[in-house]
């Protein structure tokens, strides 16, 4: 695979309308370019659905593979989902979609559920540090040296170390209010 | 990197005047003299934690909470949703619905551009503009009601189609309501490229240039006005956009006026297309059968609601309520890029920036706070940033 | 004799109060977590087609200038507070409308942790205008009902709500004597 | 006619609060019909300030009581003593003296003046921007209006109102001094506050302005204050560019007259930031209303 990135051939850049026969077969260039670009990490790649690819990456080398993409300017980091897998399992995920066109590409980052933490993207992708700031409030992921960590949704009067998007958060019976963490 | 001396946190409690779609708001700008050095915002007032209500709730009742979400684009919450719930339930909605889904995305879409562009007005304090484009935007509220009985949260989806039809009357009165509406819209376009007094508020403001613009990663109309071509519709189409194909409106100017081209020229191509599935709507029946549980396995379902690109996440343990559904909107999404693209602009420029990518909440109440480095943190009402913008652009 | 011309002029001073309160009532919005659906109806009550301003409703942005607190939204816990202070700072005689489902009873979204629940949770509420949302002739109906009342009389206050249940009370919420 | 009355009830006081109200009524219900709106009912601005008084009145913390209650009285009492030296309702000044042109406007301004200290008492962010605003605006449009109220004045030679009044009575000075009368108009606006210039109250941005903390009898003396300098303002324009106002029904054809025309500006211009109405009185405003008094002057001497 030639390491200059797919990206400037020019037929590759999406032609707005014309192609909507093979719209799927772009995404398989698409998702072929970016395995390309996330090559030590993507030799256990899935495809769970035509369009999409998930690439499970160690947290240490989150930041080598957001860099790949970026700089390949491949697609834009869309969103950061939280996935807790119940306390049974006793991990949590961090998944970093990125889309181009049709295809979307899904960093899955793997975590200990008690003292998890995600080197932040911030430096390359700025705008990150929504995402980073209600993942951390939500499943307490430490985010390291993101710029802004204060809350975003939660309230002021939230009590700390209660994530809600965790399993096993409890809502108090009032309903209305602070829930307590099971722990 | 925040600044060293404490910021003491104040938040204007006083209630909001002439609300256009004021949800609070704040916002926090740490300035080195004119640039802003930093920008970070507190959200949380309309925090109702949605993403955790949809776990304790059966496939079906996520449906009427996920509308919701935002009053504006309800349908697309609802029809992200859906298409995402089916896909992994493995269900194709009938060719039918998935042309009456895409019919009512496009006639939210009008509805939500004429609204804003009364707020924007507003937001100049061009009240008769205001006036005139909500007196407008009541047609295509009466087309709604009548095609799915409620102005707003019209909740026309169901998982696996539509709850209702397009009768051949229906149809009538949507075409007429549109040809009214066109007209309007050519009037309004020829206001907004002519009017002395917008183009002084618009014209060669928060100018974003390509490079920027897909640096930041941008989307929406914002994204489309800096002529980076980011809409779902047409990347990857989704419902009946295959059958009935979306050209993006896109302009290459970047500045605010850009944007407001944008979003108007849109109107008319929403008009064009729901003429196009008027015409051609294909035959059939309205639902699909839909299991009560979904199998298990996860799914992304991106749609473009008329402020950008809708991120959802459903994730399936097999059960009948899902394991996690993660709605990225594009507020969110847009705020995020904006503030960063308003460290290194001048304060003066903020207020437009905001303004400018058609926020879900245009705080007109919010307050910020605005720290320069040597003296303590002077708070700053809204409209006193926009009249220091206005009047350092004056100089 | 004096006593009743003392009561007669005393009645027809209060005649002339509520008629002047029913005629003029001004309103000051405050969202309190709503998703804007109820917002833009409220708003749409404004515009050329349904024009409040034919009933003398004014939409003010001072509370100080407001008589009728309309309130859109279930309590979200960070907007409760400030929802306390917004009405304590109207001046007396003031009344709360409720709007929308939310307003009523945290609507859908109840259960959710951050939701205190409805407006009356935290505010004695006049008018309740229940729907999702309620259409602009139903708000109109909503405060000319709650304008009717007062004309008649029939307005009892609503007793204050009990302090929150769970446990952090915002300092402030003692409203003086209403 | 026992001056007592004429101050108290015929052209003084309480006829000049309900012909205020009237007008605000009137200004109103324009700008919503040209907003295709229908507007308020005819007793809506009355219903308005007796519900105003029936209101409590809020003194809010920080700001010095004395002051805050005393503002609103002062403001309203200089508006009603520029009243005196106007031809109002056909009727002559009720009390006129050699120079009262001055002291009429001087008096009117006193009423935006209060406004900007009401605003400026309180340490509430919105009043104290309101504040600011508004005492800008006042030293813009001050001069202008002035000048093109000059002209006049320098034609008939005398700085009495009820002279220059008598004197225009016959003639249409609107013609002679086309300048002068718009620049009038405009400034009338200005002192109004109505939009394009109603920046120091803008709704949207800073709530209500320099009044955000009025409530109460307060804030109803201010609305009332501003009725009477409409009334006032009116007539000293009519009385002045449009051939005077000597018979009732004069006085109130031509009154109403500007009214319309003043309500159909309005809604049609968009707020004016505060430093680009500045600009506009500066540049414009001063330049048009010199222009026209040097053609005055030059026409007088010849002549």
């Known amino acids: 695979m030639s390491t200059e990135p797919l990206l400037q051939k020019p037929e590759l850049v999406l032609a707005l309308s014309q192609l909507d026969r093979c719209r799927l077969c772009m995404a398989e260039t698409l998702l072929e370019a970016a395995k390309a670009l996330l090559q030590p990490w993507a030799a256990e790649s899935t495809l769970p659905e035509p369009n999409r690819m998930d690439v499970p990456i160690p947290a240490a080398d989150l930041l080598a593979a957001v860099k790949a993409l970026h700089d390949a300017r491949w697609g834009y980091l869309s969103a950061i989902t939280g996935l807790d897998l119940g306390p049974e399992a006793g991990a949590m995920e961090a998944l970093y979609h990125f889309c181009m066109g049709a295809a979307v590409v899904t960093l899955r980052v793997r975590l200990p559920r008690d003292e998890a933490s995600v080197p932040s993207v911030c430096g390359l992708i700025p705008s990150a540090s929504f995402f980073e700031r209600e993942l951390s409030e939500m499943f307490g992921v430490t985010v390291t040296d993101t710029p802004d960590p204060s809350r975003l949704f939660l309230p002021d009067d939230w009590p700390d170390g209660v994530y809600p998007l965790r399993k096993d958060f409890v809502m108090s019976p009032t309903g209305g209010g602070n829930g307590a963490q099971a722990e | ?395 | 004799m004096a006593l009743n011309l003392e009561k007669s002029w005393q009645d027809a001073l209060e005649q002339i109060k509520t008629w002047a309160r029913v005629n003029s009532p001004w309103l000051v919005h405050f969202n309190s977590g709503s998703c804007n659906g109820c917002d833009i109806e409220i708003l749409a009550t404004l515009t050329p087609r349904y024009d409040l301003e034919r009933f003398g409703v004014k939409l003010q942005g001072s509370p100080r200038h407001a008589d009728v607190l309309i309130c859109t939204g279930p309590v979200t816990r960070q907007a409760r507070d400030r929802l306390l202070r917004v009405y304590e700072q109207m001046p007396e005689p003031k009344f709360v409308v409720a709007v929308g489902s939310c307003a009523l009873s945290g609507g859908a979204f109840q259960g959710c942790y951050n939701i205190v629940g409805g407006i009356d949770e935290v505010l004695p509420v006049d008018a309740y205008i229940p729907g999702c949302p309620p259409r602009p002739e139903a708000i109109i109906d909503g405060v000319v009902k709650l304008l009717q009342n007062i004309q008649s009389g029939k307005h009892v206050r609503p007793a204050p709500p009990a302090p929150p249940s769970n446990g952090h009370r915002a300092e402030n919420t003692d409203e003086e004597a209403a | 006619m026992n001056p007592l009355i004429a101050l108290l009830i015929f052209p003084g006081g309480l006829f000049l609060l309900l012909l205020g109200l009237a007008y605000e009524w009137v200004d109103r219900k324009l700008v919503a019909r040209l907003q295709n709106r229908i507007g308020p009912r005819w007793f809506q601005p009355f219903a308005d300030v007796l519900k105003l008084l029936a209101k409590e009145e809020v003194v809010p913390d920080g700001a010095n009581p004395f002051l805050f209650l005393g503002l609103p009285m002062v403001a309203l009492a200089g508006a009603l003593t520029a009243a005196l030296y106007v031809p109002l309702a056909g009727l002559p000044p009720s009390y006129s003296f050699p120079g009262d042109l001055i002291v009429t406007v001087y008096l009117l301004s006193l009423m935006t003046l209060c406004i900007g200290l009401g605003g400026a008492n309180t340490i509430d962010r919105f009043s104290l921007i309101g504040a600011t605003r508004t005492l800008t605006q006042l030293f813009s449009y001050e001069a202008p209006f002035l000048l093109a109220l000059l002209g006049p004045a320098i034609v008939v030679g005398s700085w009495q109102i009820g002279q220059i009044a008598a004197y225009a009575d016959t003639r249409l000075l609107a013609l002679t001094q086309p300048v002068g009368f718009v620049v009038a108009l405009i400034g009338l606006m200005g002192k109004l506050e109505m939009p394009p210039f109603d920046a120091p109250e803008a709704e949207t941005e800073i709530v209500a302005g320099a009044l955000t903390e009025y409530s109460g009898r307060g804030y109803a003396m201010f609305r009332l204050g501003k009725g009477v300098e409409l009334i006032v303002g009116l007539a000293l324009v009519a009385a002045f560019y449009l051939g005077g106002v000597s018979d009732p029904l004069s006085f109130f054809g031509k009154t109403l007259l500007l009214l319309v025309v003043v309500a159909a500006l309005q809604s049609l211009f968009a707020r004016l930031r505060i430093e680009q109405t500045v600009g506009l009185w500066w540049r414009y405003g001063t330049l048009l209303a010199l222009a026209q008094l040097l053609f005055t002057i030059v026409t007088e001497v010849m002549v």
């Open chain 2, 1 to 395: 990197m925040p600044t060293t001396e404490p910021r003491e946190k104040f938040i204007v409690p006083i209630g909001p005047q002439h609300p256009a779609l004021k949800e609070p708001g704040h916002f926090e700008f740490t300035v080195d003299g004119e640039i802003v050095t930093g920008a970070t915002a507190r959200l949380g007032y309309v925090h109702r934690g949605i993403e955790k209500g949809t776990e304790d709730r059966s496939w079906v009742q996520n449906l009427y909470l996920l509308e919701r979400i935002c009053g504006i684009c309800s349908h697309s919450h609802a029809l992200a949703y859906a298409l995402g719930v089916e896909k992994l339930a493995g269900v194709e909605a009938p060719p039918r619905a998935q042309a009456i889904r895409v019919l009512v995305a496009e006639l939210e879409r009008i509805h939500s551009h004429l609204l804003w562009l009364g707020v924007a007005a507003h937001e100049a304090g061009f009240d008769t503009l205001f006036m005139y484009s909500w007196r407008d935007r009541e047609t295509v509220m009466d087309l709604l009601e009548n095609l799915t009985g409620n102005r707003v949260n019209y909740s026309a989806n169901v998982l696996g189609g539509v709850k209702f039809d397009v009768s051949v009357e229906q149809a009538d009165a949507i075409r007429r309501g549109l040809d009214f509406l066109e007209e309007r819209t050519q009037h309004y376009l020829t206001v907004v490229t002519t009017d002395s007094m917008f183009l002084r508020r618009t014209r060669g403001i928060a100018t974003m240039s390509k490079q920027q613009a897909e640096a930041l990663g941008v989307i929406g109309p914002t994204a489309r006005a800096s002529d980076v071509p980011r809409d779902v519709r047409v990347e990857s189409p989704y419902a009946a956009y295959t059958t009935f194909p979306v050209e993006a409106v896109l302009a290459t100017a970047g500045d605010l006026e850009a944007r407001f081209l944008v979003r108007v020229k849109e109107l008319f191509e929403s008009y064009r297309v729901i003429r196009e599935i008027l015409d051609r709507m294909p035959a059939g029946d309205l639902t699909a059968r839909m299991p009560r549980r979904v199998k298990e396995g996860e799914t992304v379902s991106r749609i473009e609601a008329p402020r950008g690109e809708l991120f959802y996440f459903i994730k399936s343990g097999g059960g009948d309520r899902p394991e996690r559904v993660k709605a990225r909107t594009p507020s969110m999404f847009n705020f995020a890029s904006v503030l960063t693209l308003a460290v290194g602009h001048q304060l003066a420029d903020i207020p437009m920036i905001m303004a400018g990518i058609d926020p879900c909440f245009s705080c007109n109440d919010r307050l910020v706070v605005v720290n320069r480095i040597g003296h303590e943190a002077d708070v700053w009402t809204w409209e006193k940033l926009r009249q220091y913008g206005i009047e350092y652009y004056r100089r």
